[in-house]
C-alpha cells in the first residue's frame, strides 16, 4: 500500500537556505494533504494543510505547494533553522474518509 | 495549549497477555483515532471512533484489537492476545468536527505509547 510516497529518506541543507521536501500520491481520490513534523520519541506534530482547490498555502516560513495533474506535493521551509531539523511526514485524506494516508517521511538536518 | 496524552509511554508485555493503551484526547475534540509505526516503516491507521462507535478501521484492525471510550475523557485501545508484531509506537490522535459533521483533517497526534511484546 504506496498510496503515499516520499522518495527522499534524507535531506541535508544549510542554515537559512531553503529546504525542499517532496511527496507523490497515487490516489485521485485524495483532497486534502498535511504535513506533519515529528521529532524522537514525540509524537507527529501538524504543520500545514492544503485542499485539492487550491495550489498553494503559507504559513510563515512553511509554504506546500500542490500539483493536482502530476500528483505531487512539495514542503518548502524557507529561510531553514537548525530547530526545523526533524523528520517531515506527508499525508492524505479523501473526502468522508476518517483515515490518513501517511508518507514513510524525510529527514530534515539544518546544518548550523 | 490543549495537547493529546498517552499513557504509558513505554509498556513492555508477554506474548499472549492483554494490554491496555490509554489516550486523553483534546477536551473538545469528538473524533478519535489510533495509529501505529512498526520501527523503521510508516505510520499507519488503525480505527477511527466518534459518537460511541467505530466510524472507519484497517484491516490491521482485527478481533484481537477493540477501542473504548468509557467515560467522558479517556479513550483506550485494548490488545487482547499481544504479538510479537503489535511491537511498534502507538499514537493516538484527535480532531474536531469538520464541515457537514465529517472530521476535521487536522488530526492531533499523542507522544505514543512503545509497546514492546517479548
Known amino acids: 500500500d504506496q498510496q503515499v510516497k516520499q522518495n527522499s529518506p534524507s535531506l541535508s541543507v544549510q542554515e537559512g537556505r531553503i529546504s525542499i521536501l517532496n511527496c507523490d500520491y497515487t490516489n485521485s481520490m485524495f483532497d486534502y494533504f498535511l504535513w506533519y513534523k515529528k521529532y524522537p520519541a514525540e509524537g507527529p506534530t501538524f504543520l500545514i494543510s492544503?485542499?485539492?482547490?487550491?495550489d498553494k498555502n503559507e504559513d510563515g516560513r512553511f509554504t506546500v505547494f500542490l500539483n493536482k495533474s502530476a500528483k505531487h506535493l512539495s514542503l518548502h521551509i524557507v529561510p531553514s533553522q537548525p530547530g526545523d531539523s526533524a523528520v517531515y511526514f506527508c499525508?492524505?485524506?479523501?473526502?468522508?474518509?476518517?483515515?490518513?494516508?501517511f508518507g514513510t517521511g524525510t529527514r530534515l538536518t539544518v546544518i548550523p | 495549549e490543549p495537547e493529546v496524552t498517552q499513557t504509558p509511554s513505554h509498556q513492555v508485555t508477554q506474548m499472549g497477555q492483554e494490554v491496555i493503551l490509554r489516550c486523553v484526547p483534546i477536551?473538545?475534540?469528538?473524533?478519535f483515532y489510533w495509529y501505529r509505526q512498526i520501527l523503521g516503516q510508516k505510520v499507519e491507521f488503525l480505527v477511527s471512533?466518534?459518537?460511541?462507535?467505530?466510524?472507519?478501521k484497517s484491516e490491521i484492525f482485527d478481533d484481537q484489537f477493540s477501542v473504548e471510550r468509557p467515560d467522558g475523557s479517556n479513550f483506550t485501545l485494548k490488545i487482547r492476545s499481544t504479538k510479537l508484531e503489535d511491537s511498534a509506537m502507538y499514537f493516538c490522535?484527535?480532531?474536531?468536527?469538520?464541515?457537514?459533521?465529517?472530521?476535521?483533517?487536522?488530526?492531533?497526534f499523542g507522544p505514543g505509547t512503545r509497546l514492546t511484546v517479548t
Open positions: 492544503i485542499s485539492s482547490i487550491k
Open positions: 490522535a484527535s480532531s474536531t468536527p469538520g464541515l457537514a459533521g465529517v472530521s476535521s483533517y487536522e488530526q492531533y
Open positions: 499525508a492524505a485524506s479523501a473526502t468522508g474518509a476518517n483515515n490518513l494516508f
Open positions: 477536551s473538545n475534540h469528538l473524533y
Open positions: 471512533f466518534y459518537n460511541n462507535e467505530i466510524s472507519e
